[in-house]
């Protein structure tokens, strides 16, 4: 009996062990992550959460269990085993338009990115202590001290630089060439949205929450059916159509009745 209960015990211990050897801890890559939500439905333990400040999902850690079912379903590969990497990333804006502005230059003082077409930049950096400037022709520099990040952090950090001469008055004229209608439309009629700039935009629809529900790219115009990227219809509500089309970015507001 009592080498029975030893070789339980033993038993016991190694499955203890193997548990405690094989676990990983996972984070999110918010330069990956789309917040389409899957990873969300396959976590058994509801440890995914959103987080509305750097829009993207997070990992509450002591709900994880390491069982990397998130890894699998993630289709953009967002999901990482925690090895120290942190992020700085964010999207630069004109300050008299609110639009994006691509090509500027970012620095955080030891590399140096160029923004995209979206106005988007992203470092992935150690813990530490950063510097972030920001420069571009036709735009006020912008210098922002004592970026601070620990292991495994993120830091949404979004930046308006001012131009140097106004351009705004082309700009907004490109604004107004975004149509959304019928405006509000109802759930079994389909929306119409039209586009005057570049021919290949990328479109955006986020909900009240800032999550995004769906994402593509259209050639001038576009017939959404109200469902998501999965294909799931939307319930009624307020939503926002963002059109980015590399120099600047629009945004309009449609109700679902």
Not at 9 to 38: D, K, W
Not at 230 to 239: A, D, F, V
Request: proline share 4%; glycine share 8%.
């Amino acid at each position: 009996m009592k080498k029975i209960i030893k070789l339980i015990f033993a038993l016991t211990l190694f499955c203890l062990l193997l548990h405690g050897v094989s676990r990983l801890n996972y984070q999110v890559s918010p330069i990956e992550c789309n917040m389409c939500g899957r990873c969300m439905n396959s976590c058994p333990n509801n440890a995914i959460v959103p987080d509305p400040e750097l829009m993207c999902m997070r990992i509450d850690q002591s709900l994880c269990d390491g069982c990397g079912s998130c890894v699998s379903d993630c289709p953009r590969g967002a999901f990482y085993a925690i090895d120290g990497r942190s992020f700085i990333f964010g999207r630069i804006t004109n300050t008299e338009t609110n639009f994006a502005i691509s090509g500027v230059t970012v620095s955080n003082g030891t590399d140096t990115v160029v923004t995209d077409r979206y106005g988007e930049y992203s470092f992935t950096v150690t813990q530490g202590s950063y510097t972030i400037t920001a420069t571009s022709p036709n735009f006020d520099s912008v210098v922002i001290n004592d970026i601070t990040l620990g292991a495994d952090d993120a830091n949404r950090l979004n930046i308006n630089m001012s131009p140097t001469t106004s351009n705004a008055e082309h700009d907004v004229a490109e604004l107004n060439s975004i149509r959304c209608f019928p405006n509000p439309c109802g759930e079994d009629v389909m929306l119409k949205i039209e586009f005057g700039g570049y021919s290949d935009s990328l479109l955006m629809v986020s909900n009240i929450k800032g999550q995004i529900v769906l994402k593509t790219r259209i050639n001038g115009s576009f017939e959404w059916d109200w469902k998501d990227t999965n294909g799931h219809k939307l319930p009624s509500g307020i939503y926002f159509v963002n059109i980015y089309d590399g120099r600047i970015a629009c945004t309009r507001k449609i109700l679902l009745k």
